[in-house]
């Protein structure tokens, strides 16, 4: 919040309010996997925070879709 205005008025210098943000603010976020329900903008609901099991790396949790126009 402290940087909040910072950001809205512009101006200033820019790389300053790309710096990390502190160590305390870090600590209350938890990275999980959550179901690729997630990605669409027509679900909502509580379920969509719950924990999945996550994928084995270097595979998509999903298989990518071949998304063209033609």
Known sequence: PDRWAGWLAGGG???GLLRPPAPEDV??????PVGAAVGDVHNDGPGLVERVPAAPLGRPAVEPVALTLF
């Open 13 to 15: 210098d820019p790389a």
């Open 27 to 32: 600590g209350g976020i938890e990275i999980r």
